[in-house]
DNA sequence: CGAAAATTTGACATGACTCAACTGGAGTGG
DNA sequence: CCACTCCAGTTGAGTCATGTCAAATTTTCG
């Protein structure tokens, strides 16, 4: 657990042992089961969460009933809702396991703290950021300029084998098509 | 300039004056002319430019010829191809002043010594990325769910004045639809 | 004023959605 | 271990939002 927290850390900044322990025991672990809820629609995001093992959605329940996902969660990402994380306001969507799933998570406040105690780590997080931020821009390229088809067998060989662990309503959803659109596009070669 | 930039810096941090000397004489001022480019699609994006004066867009020319564009940079924004910028690889799209710009520009290179010397900043750059990610998050909860109408409507609503300052075909173009269809739209109410 | 650029209009095409019905597994309990 | 239910996935008919293309019109600006 912890090795593998600061194995991850050290891809991006140089720590000591000290440093990287004090990472670590200022999270807590936790795990959770299979459609256990790490944050709900319209509470506060308290914590960020680095996902250690298993797998997660980020998605919002809409007015219509219908389910959008934004995002998925594997091991040694970051998920949070940075709006409601950051504002302490309500989240717009829920975070949930879709398989049995080990975290460390941190309060804003307890981060806060670390970035003083240990200012590089305001950097880390400053290229995390920038990471996530260069690959949201990317994803969006796809969907922009995509069609469903494309988006789909883009999705395939970006994360193979993901078609194994969601069941493919929810690789719709993050398609942003129906699946019975979805369907109709398996069938069809 | 000078005092544009400190006053939005302070927004993020606490600087001293000699900081805010040392940002701003590290930066380097130029103008660009309405059409001239700051950037052109596949070469390395070299500079971080914070715009002090005038209107950009960030677009791409696809294969068939479309132009789409996926930002534009106002005022007292950051724009760069942070892809580009960090990875030092060739940019998937161009930006174009559309009015007389002015800004200050950063390479890679100066941005890093600045960070070493004013550890702080680190922190500010945490922070605007931070912002610009949850952004261009609530920009996508848009895209995905609403449809061109909706999301013409709420352009205007957000950045009002935009439609005298930029032609139709790029609205079009930023919302991700034809301009014969955002013609339609305008007609019917 | 005239040419080029931007916008509008209209006919037609199509990708993707809706809704309802059907199929097929995967539990679950008796 | 069978019968039953439930949920995911599929199919098909009909519809709608948006795109395409080509032409007409208006605006911009040298």
Redesign the pocket.
């Known amino acids: 657990m912890k090795e593998q927290l600061s194995k991850y850390l050290i891809r991006y900044a140089n720590f000591n042992k000290l440093d990287l322990n004090l990472i670590y025991n200022t999270c807590s672990i936790q795990s959770y089961n299979k459609k256990d809820f790490l944050l709900k629609q319209n509470s506060v995001c308290k914590y960020k969460y680095f996902i250690l093992e298993g797998l997660v959605r980020q998605y919002r329940v809409e007015d219509?009933g219908?389910e959008n996902i934004s995002v998925f969660g594997i091991e040694n990402w970051w998920i949070t809702n940075l709006d409601s994380f950051l504002n302490e306001t309500g989240s717009i969507n829920s975070i949930q396991a879709l398989e049995k799933t080990t975290v460390l998570q941190i309060t804003k406040t307890e981060l806060e703290e670390l970035y003083l105690k240990i200012p590089v780590l305001e950097r880390v997080f400053r290229k995390i950021t920038e990471n996530m931020l260069i690959a949201l821009q990317r994803k969006n390229e796809i969907f922009m300029k995509?069609?469903?088809?494309?988006?789909y067998y883009n999705m395939l060989e970006q994360i193979p084998g993901f078609s194994q662990r969601?069941?493919?309503?929810?690789?719709?959803s993050y398609l942003?098509?129906?699946?019975?659109?979805?369907?109709?596009?398996?069938?069809n070669k």
Chains 1, 2 share one sequence.
């Open positions: 219509n219908n995509k069609n469903s088809k494309e988006r969601v069941p493919q309503y929810m690789i719709a942003n098509i129906t699946p019975e659109y979805l369907s109709d596009i398996r069938k």
